[in-house]
């Protein structure tokens, strides 16, 4: 994840998957997870995040999801 400073109050979030990732399910796979997780996680206002998504979160469980995103939110990755 990347973070950028935009206008203040208001927060935004760009997904970036590659057709490396897979087919086109797969992509869009990827993306409606990330999208279920960020909206149960608290996001900094005015703040624009970048998430770079791979053939992992597909795949991968629900709760392992959710800790990848909390652990780069806490982490200061952003």
């Known amino acids: 994840m990347v973070k950028c400073s935009g206008e ?3 927060t935004r979030v760009g997904l970036v998957i590659s057709k ?3 087919n086109a399910v ?6 409606r997870r ?7 996680v608290q996001l900094k ?4 995040y970048v998430i770079i998504g ?7 469980p629900h709760p392992t999801l959710m800790g990848w995103i909390e652990r780069a939110l806490e ?3 952003v």
């Open 26 to 31: 797969t992509r869009n796979r990827v993306k």
């Open 75 to 77: 982490d200061g990755n």
């Open 34 to 40: 990330l999208r279920h997780c960020l909206r149960a």
């Open 20 to 22: 490396g990732t897979g």
């Open 54 to 60: 791979t053939s992992q979160v597909a795949d991968a």
């Open 8 to 10: 203040p109050g208001v």
């Open 45 to 48: 206002p005015g703040t624009d």
